[in-house]
C-alpha cells in the first residue's frame, strides 16, 4: 500500500507564507513525478507546480516567482515553500505523486489541506 499525506496548511495573513508538505510512504521503487492542485469552492481544479525526478519544475503563471516546490534528499517527502501569498491562494491544496511501484506505474493523491490568506 501506498500512502500520501499533506500538511502544513493553515491560516496567513496577505503577504505571508507557508510550507506545505506532501510524503509518500508504503511501498514503491522511485519517485517519478509529483504535482500540486489547488481548489477553491466553486472554482475548477487548478494545476498549480509540478517537480520531476530530474529536479525540473514549473509553476502556473499564477504562482510563478511567488511558489517553489522542492524534494529531499530520499524523494520521500516534497514541499511546497509559499510566499507573498495573495487571497485568491485560498484553497485546498492537492498533492499527487506519481510513482514506481511493483506493479508499475501509479497516481496516489493524499487528501487535501487547506490554505486560507484573510486579514
Not at 519517485?31 to 502556473?60: C, M, N, S
Not at 495573495?86 to 511493483?102: F, G, N, Q
Amino acid at each position: 500500500q501506498v500512502h500520501v499525506v499533506e500538511s502544513g496548511g493553515g491560516t496567513v495573513l496577505p503577504g505571508g507564507s507557508l510550507r506545505l508538505s506532501c510524503e509518500a510512504s508504503g511501498s514503491f521503487l522511485s519517485f517519478v513525478e509529483q504535482d500540486w492542485y489547488r481548489q477553491a469552492p466553486g472554482k475548477d481544479r487548478e494545476l498549480v507546480a509540478t517537480i520531476r525526478h530530474t529536479g525540473d519544475t514549473k509553476y502556473a503563471d499564477s504562482v510563478k516567482g511567488r511558489f517553489t516546490s522542492s524534494r529531499d534528499g530520499a524523494s520521500t517527502t516534497v514541499y511546497l515553500q509559499m510566499t507573498n501569498l495573495k487571497p485568491e491562494d485560498t484553497a485546498v491544496y492537492y498533492c499527487d505523486m506519481y510513482l514506481r511501484t511493483s506493479g508499475g506505474l501509479g497516481s496516489y493523491w493524499g487528501q487535501g489541506t487547506q490554505v486560507t490568506v484573510s486579514s
